[in-house]
C-alpha cells in the first residue's frame, strides 16, 4: 500500500512540474512574440522622393547613401517624371517627404486645410535668356524682337513677365512672347538655329550651349531678379515639402533628414563631377557630364522654411499677382512654414 502511494504521489510531482515548465515556456514564449511584435511595430519607412531635374539634383547624395534618420528608421527614395505625379503620391500618403516646385507646395497647403509643409527652400531659379547669333545687351535690346518661352501661364512665364514689366517692356506691346514649343522642342530649335531668343531653364541651357558654340547666354535671370528684389531675396522656385501628420509624429527623423539633406547639397557643389555621375545613375537627368556642367548654373541652396520665409512670401506673391489659381488662391498662412 505504501509502495502504490509513494508511485501515486511521484507521478502527481512529475505532472505538475511538466504543466509549470509549459507554462512558463508558453509565458516566455509569448513575451518574445509581444517583444517582436513591439519591435515591428516601433519601425518606420520614410518615403523620399524628388522630380526628375534640378529641384533634386541636391538631394542625390542621400539616394546613394541613404543616410541613417534614427533608430528603426528605413528611407526609400524614388524619382517621379512630373509634379502631378509626385502630388497624387502624396496626397494618397505614400510619399513623406517631396521636392516640388514652390507654387505647386502652396497650391497642395491651401487645397488641404495645411496637410503639407514648407521644410525648406533647396532651388533658387535657373532661368537664363539665351540667343543664338543676335546681340542682347540691354533690356530695351528686346523690342521688337520674338522670344520664346515655355507654357504660358508657367514659372518661368511669370517670372519673365515679371522682369520684363519691370524692367519698362509691355509684353502685349513690345516683345512678341512665343509659347508653342514645348521645354525639350525649344532646346532642339535653339540648338538647330531655328530660334534666336529664348529663356530656357537648366539643364537646357547647358545642354544647348554643349551643342552650339553660337548660344551665348545673354541674361542671367536670377541676377536680373536680385537688381529689383535685392541680394537678399532671389528667387525661391523650389522647395521640400513635408507632411504635416508625419511631421508631427516624426519630428526627429524630419529635422535629421533636413540636417542630411543641407550637407548632401553642399557636397553637390563642392563635387559636381562625382554628383553627375550620381545624377545619372539614379535617373535625375541621363547624363552625368551635362549635369556636372549644368550644376553651377542651378543654384541650389539649402534655406531652411524659418529663414526662407520672406523670400518665399516675395516670389508667392508676384505670382499670385499674375493669376491666382498658380498658388492654390490665396498666399499661404503661417502654418505653411515648418518649424524645427
Known amino acids: ?113 495645411g496637410a503639407y509643409k514648407l521644410a525648406a527652400v533647396n532651388t533658387f531659379g535657373m532661368l537664363y535668356l539665351v540667343t543664338n547669333n543676335t546681340e542682347i545687351n540691354s533690356w530695351n535690346d528686346l523690342k521688337g524682337k520674338k522670344i520664346n518661352i515655355i507654357g504660358k501661364g508657367s514659372t518661368p512665364d511669370y517670372v519673365f513677365s515679371y522682369l520684363l514689366k519691370k524692367n519698362g517692356i509691355n509684353t502685349e506691346k513690345d516683345v512678341d512672347l512665343d509659347y508653342s514649343l514645348s521645354q525639350a522642342e525649344l532646346a532642339q530649335a535653339v540648338a538647330a538655329n531655328k530660334v534666336n531668343i529664348a529663356v530656357l531653364p537648366e539643364p537646357f541651357v547647358t545642354m544647348v550651349t554643349m551643342k552650339n558654340k553660337n548660344v551665348k547666354i545673354s541674361m542671367n535671370l536670377q541676377d536680373e531678379w536680385k537688381k529689383i528684389q535685392g541680394e537678399d531675396s532671389p528667387i525661391a522656385m523650389g522647395c521640400v515639402v513635408v507632411r504635416s501628420d508625419f511631421a508631427k509624429t516624426h519630428p526627429e527623423a524630419v529635422n535629421t533628414y533636413l540636417n542630411e539633406y543641407e550637407k548632401s ?75 524645427k
Open 265 to 339: 547639397i553642399n557636397w553637390v557643389n563642392k563635387n559636381p563631377e562625382k554628383a553627375g555621375v550620381l545624377v545619372e545613375k539614379f535617373g535625375v537627368l541621363n547624363n552625368a557630364k551635362l549635369a556636372e556642367k549644368a550644376i553651377p548654373n542651378c543654384n541650389i541652396r539649402f534655406l531652411n522654411a524659418s529663414k526662407a520665409k520672406n523670400t518665399v512670401n516675395t516670389f508667392l506673391n508676384i505670382l499670385y499677382d499674375f493669376t491666382p489659381s498658380s498658388i492654390g488662391g490665396k498666399l499661404p498662412d503661417e502654418g505653411f512654414f515648418y518649424k
Open 1 to 113: 500500500m505504501k509502495r502504490k502511494f509513494t508511485i501515486f504521489f511521484l507521478i502527481s510531482i512529475l505532472i505538475f512540474s511538466l504543466i509549470g515548465c509549459t507554462s512558463k515556456s508558453s509565458n516566455k514564449q509569448n513575451s518574445n512574440t509581444n517583444t517582436s511584435n513591439n519591435t515591428n511595430q516601433n519601425k518606420i519607412t520614410v518615403n523620399i522622393a524628388g522630380l526628375k531635374g534640378p529641384t533634386s539634383i541636391g538631394m542625390i547624395k542621400m539616394f546613394d547613401e541613404k543616410p541613417s534618420l534614427g533608430k528603426n528608421i528605413t528611407s526609400v527614395y524614388t524619382i517621379a517624371n512630373t509634379p502631378d505625379i509626385l502630388v497624387a503620391k502624396l496626397i494618397k500618403k505614400e510619399v513623406d517627404i517631396a521636392a516640388l516646385p514652390t507654387n505647386v507646395a502652396s497650391k497642395m497647403y491651401n487645397k488641404t486645410n
